[in-house]
């Protein structure tokens, strides 16, 4: 009897150690299944956020090949308004220097003209002279003759 005794104690001692360790191993298996709900609700988030990402880099994406075509098209009307400032620029230039040389060439006709008058005058005047004291001559004599 005292052999079934230490044998139902032992067997006693050795259900209640394996039923501690059932115990641990399903609250083990407990932990390990919330853990494994807590990984994939990250990977659920993590999935979540990298579509987000992925939407908000094409849209980046997007916006600066927007931007670029926007940077182009300015650059080409800059280039544009450069040359054709350029170009407005060379042939006001042009113009002025034309209207200058015009203006310049026009009063030296003009002086030359002025200077033909004047010597035709001056000429007319000497003659007109030579003919009064020709006049005074006469005058003079037909005084003396008298």
């Not at 002279?129 to 006469?138: G, I, V």
């Amino acid at each position: 009897m005292a052999f079934r005794t230490v044998n139902t104690v032992l067997n006693a001692r050795l259900e209640a150690a394996e039923a501690r360790t059932d115990a641990r191993v399903a609250d083990l298996k407990g932990e390990i299944n919330a853990l494994s709900e807590k990984v994939a609700g990250m990977d659920a988030r993590m999935d979540e956020r990298t579509a987000q990402t992925k939407e908000e880099f094409s849209r980046i994406r997007q916006d600066l090949g927007d931007f670029k075509v926007q940077f182009t098209k300015q650059i080409t009307n800059l280039k544009y308004i450069v040359v054709t400032t350029g170009v407005a620029s060379v042939i006001g230039l042009y113009s002025a220097n034309v209207a200058t040389m015009q203006a310049l060439l026009a009063a030296y006709d003009s002086g030359k003209a002025m200077a033909t008058q004047f010597a035709k005058t001056a000429d007319r005047l000497d003659r007109i002279s030579e003919r009064l004291d020709a006049q005074e001559q006469k005058v003079s004599q037909r005084l003396n003759s008298q």
